[in-house]
């Protein structure tokens, strides 16, 4: 049984730093995942934050978040991580990360849109007071 379960949330200051963690278990290898991070705020739907493919040798972020915040992942460990820089007001959401595999398939090696995921954790609450 896959799972995907999030850590690190909390309530920071604007211009504060959090990093978030996402513990992957079960399923296929997860050096054969794309990960990604997406984040939910009050009112709003889902937006996507950040990419990574199974190697990590390519990244994409959203473009309010660029130059702010950065997604790795350690293989080894099965663990994927979002260091959140200079946060502020309207970053608060819940965040989530999310899986699929292209291990045997011909599907891309990084994907933007939600539909591409697979699998999502329950998710972790940033809090960004002004």
């Known amino acids: 049984q896959v799972q995907l379960v999030e850590s690190g949330g909390g309530l920071v200051q604007a211009g504060g730093s959090l990093t978030l963690s996402c513990a992957a278990s079960?399923?296929?290898?997860?050096?054969?995942?794309?990960m990604a991070w997406y984040r939910e705020a009050p009112g709003k739907g889902l937006e996507w934050v950040s990419s990574?493919?199974?190697?990590?040798?390519?990244?994409k972020y959203a473009d309010s978040m660029k130059g702010r915040f950065t997604i790795s992942r350690d293989n080894a460990k099965n663990m994927l991580y979002l260091q959140m820089n200079s946060l502020k007001p309207e970053d608060t959401a819940v965040y989530y990360c999310?899986?699929?595999?292209?291990?045997?398939?011909?599907?891309?090696?990084?994907?933007?849109?939600?539909?591409?995921?697979?699998?999502w954790g329950q998710g972790t609450q940033v809090t960004v007071s002004s």
């Open positions: 999310a899986k699929y595999s292209i291990l045997g398939t011909y599907r891309s090696r990084l994907a933007e849109t939600s539909y591409e995921y697979d699998y």
């Open positions: 079960g399923g296929n290898t997860f050096s054969g995942d794309v």
């Open positions: 990574i493919s199974s190697g990590a040798d390519i990244t």
